[in-house]
């Protein structure tokens, strides 16, 4: 059972948009940055999104992040083929002093 | 280009040790927390522990008590001491950059540990 709550599973056609959302509460999102990430299969988590909106260098603009209150959105317009992965969203908890992943998304493009 | 590589992880039976190791390059280490992320064959992503730039550490209760984590800034390298393993620590697990501001912005590519009989 994760701290943040994910959807276990979204899909859209390719160049539809698909959102993402992270339920958490005020002792984690509430009061910290959220961040994204997209693991490819076989692959290493990387970084999509930091500080609740911002993209690092080379991620391109069609991934987005919000955050409002205790929840968080990732979405993803212009979906591709390549977008096709587990993303999960993570924080601090600043009453627990750990960090927190949610269960992860599995984006399907149909 | 910021490099992770993480090295020591081994088939090792429940009770055991290990120590896993982490060297980077590309980045000051010493200016930088680090942590240790596991994901355990076909599930997501858990945090584990972090350390600070200097002493400071932070742990997942399931670990807390049989893991430390440190780091030798003198070798660019962070480690995982893991003792007293169970068959739930088997897992890949990834060093990653950070937290900062709560993300973890480069991760290494995992080695993998797997505590069975």
């Known amino acids: 059972q994760s701290v943040l709550t994910q959807p276990p599973s979204v899909s859209a056609a390719p160049g539809q948009k698909v959102t993402i959302s992270c339920s958490g509460s005020?002792?984690?999102?509430?009061?910290?940055?959220v961040s994204w990430y997209q693991q490819l299969p076989g692959t290493a988590p990387k970084l999509l999104i930091y500080?609740?909106?911002k993209r690092p260098s080379g991620i391109p603009d069609r991934f987005s992040g919000s955050k409002s209150g205790t929840s968080a959105t990732l979405g993803i317009t212009g979906l591709q083929t390549g977008d096709e992965a587990d993303y999960y969203c993570g924080t601090w908890d600043s009453s627990l002093s750990v960090g927190v992943f949610g269960g992860g998304t599995r984006v399907t493009v149909l | 280009e910021v490099q992770l590589l993480e090295s020591g992880g081994a088939l090792v039976q429940p009770g055991g040790s290990l120590r896993l190791s982490c060297i980077v390059s590309g980045f000051t280490f010493s200016n930088y927390a680090m942590s240790w992320v596991r994901q355990a064959p076909g599930k997501g992503l858990e945090w584990v522990s972090a350390?600070?730039?200097?002493?400071?550490?932070y742990y997942a209760d399931s670990v807390k008590g049989r893991f430390t984590i440190s780091r030798d800034n003198s070798k660019n390298t962070l480690y995982l001491q893991m003792n007293s393993l169970r068959v739930e620590d088997t897992a890949l697990y990834y060093c990653?950059?950070?937290?900062?501001?709560?993300?973890?912005?480069?991760w290494g590519q995992g080695t993998l540990v797997t505590v069975s009989s």
């Open positions: 500080e609740n909106n």
């Open positions: 005020s002792s984690n999102i509430g009061n910290n940055f």
């Open positions: 990653a950059k950070g937290p900062k501001e709560g993300a973890m912005d480069y």
């Open positions: 350390i600070g730039g200097g002493v400071t550490t």
